[in-house]
């Protein structure tokens, strides 16, 4: 199995929402995990964290839209996204890492996935 595997990713209209999952043999109730994305042309950023007891974290364009959580009975992290704008537009990866505190921007963490497209179109 892949360490993290992405899953969630569509073309939707701006307003719409999606919810991203990523699961796999990295997952660990005991690690920081987050989400990033990478637009085409732009420097990745990092859009929200999640630590081992909860704490979460996100960059200030996505907040009060973007809720990341963890189901950690079925070993997923989630990104759930409302309200999409056209520039949320990327591809988005989710990362994990066994850390005492989670860093910010998450894609300095260690494990990765190989993303999942996001398209908003205005």
């Known amino acids: 199995q892949a360490p993290l595997v992405e899953s969630g990713g569509d073309s939707v209209q701006a307003g719409g929402s999606l919810t991203l999952s990523c699961g796999g043999s990295?997952?660990?109730?005991?690690?920081?995990m987050g989400w990033f994305r990478q637009a085409h042309g732009r420097e990745r950023e990092g859009v929200a964290s999640i630590d081992r007891n909860g704490n979460t974290r996100y960059i200030d364009s996505v907040k009060g839209r973007f809720t990341i959580s963890q189901d950690n009975a079925k070993r997923t992290l989630h990104l759930q996204m409302n309200n999409l704008e056209p520039e949320d537009t990327a591809m988005y990866y989710c990362a994990a890492e066994f850390r005492s505190s989670c860093p910010w921007p998450p894609h300095t963490l260690r494990l990765r996935g190989q993303g999942t497209q996001v398209t908003v179109s205005s």
């Open positions: 990295a997952y660990s109730a005991m690690y920081c």
